[in-house]
């Protein structure tokens, strides 16, 4: 068992949680994830590493409240248990020869994307990052990669706050006026991070991209989290859990994700609701 030792809401639909898990807070590097259980029979669900303290033995998880069973782990609070906290699973974010990165956030990815940004400045990068919401009441983590970055850009899609449009938008100005980067990471949904590989293409910027798919088991045994990479002229099958999450954005098939990401909307909204009743009903 894995006790919730801190909660806290960062917006109406978002949820930050520090677990007690010191052997997974001792191993875990920017870019891993964990496979989590609320309790015994419940269903396993990934989750990115939002950061460690390996003093304390914590892991924090940042995840929106979006399924049946996210529903059921916010519904925890300080000082109850979940059932199982597995990891440090995948592989960590490279970060080796990258002196100048950008780090391009969307919605709740940018819980993951600030564990990177972190880690980038620790290793004394130039860091710049983009994150973008859909408006100013989702906003989340503002302060903590101004901390981290040398430059920070703020987008909503509706303009409430900071700069009106979406990430591309500063992405496609900062390159079209000769910046350089070693390396664009995009984490967030996947329809940003096709756009925003897509808008790095012509300047020839390596673009890293993190992946999560359907996910089962976390060791690649599964076959759930597969995508489809476009490689020398080849299609290449590979798995996040195992040989992700991050990919070359470049080979990713973004379409095919998208469509096996859609496959249980309308199963995961209906258990969606019958958590929702019986918690109503409690």
Same mark, same amino acid.
């Given at each position: ?20 898990? %010191? ?64 990891? %440090?699973?995948?592989? %960590? ?95 967030? %949904? ?93």
């Amino acid at each position: 068992m894995y006790k919730i030792v801190q909660k806290r809401s960062l917006n109406p639909t978002v949820t930050q949680m520090l677990i007690e898990a %010191p052997l997974v807070a001792d191993k875990a590097k920017p870019g891993q994830f964990i496979i989590l259980r609320v309790n015994e029979d419940g269903e396993r669900i990934p989750l990115t590493v939002a950061g460690v303290d390996k003093d304390n033995g914590t892991v924090k998880i940042i995840f929106q409240i979006v399924g049946a069973t996210t529903k059921k782990l916010d519904n925890k609070n300080e000082g109850e248990y979940i059932s199982d906290f597995v990891g %440090p699973l995948g592989m %960590p974010t490279h970060t080796d020869g990258i002196k100048k990165v950008c780090i391009v956030g969307g919605g709740v990815g940018c819980a993951i994307a600030l564990p990177v940004a972190e880690e980038f400045r620790r290793l004394g990068a130039d860091v710049t990052s983009i994150i973008g919401f859909r408006n100013k009441d989702l906003l989340i983590l503002e302060d903590e990669f101004k901390a981290c970055s040398d430059r920070l850009v703020v987008m909503t899609d509706d303009g409430s706050y900071a700069r009106h449009g979406n990430v591309t938008v500063p992405l496609k100005e900062m390159l079209e006026a000769g910046e350089k980067f070693d390396m664009i990471i995009t984490i967030g %949904p996947l329809i940003m991070m096709k756009f925003v590989t897509l808008t790095a293409k012509p300047f020839g910027v390596p673009v890293t991209v993190s992946m999560n798919p359907i996910m089962i088991d976390g060791t690649g045994m599964c076959g759930g989290c597969r995508l489809t990479l476009h490689r020398d002229g080849q299609n290449i099958t590979k798995f996040a859990c195992v040989d992700g999450p991050d990919f070359n954005g470049y080979e990713v098939d973004f379409d095919e994700a998208m469509s096996r990401g859609r496959m249980y909307t309308d199963f995961e909204r209906h258990a969606y609701e019958q958590i929702c009743n019986l918690l109503n009903k409690a």
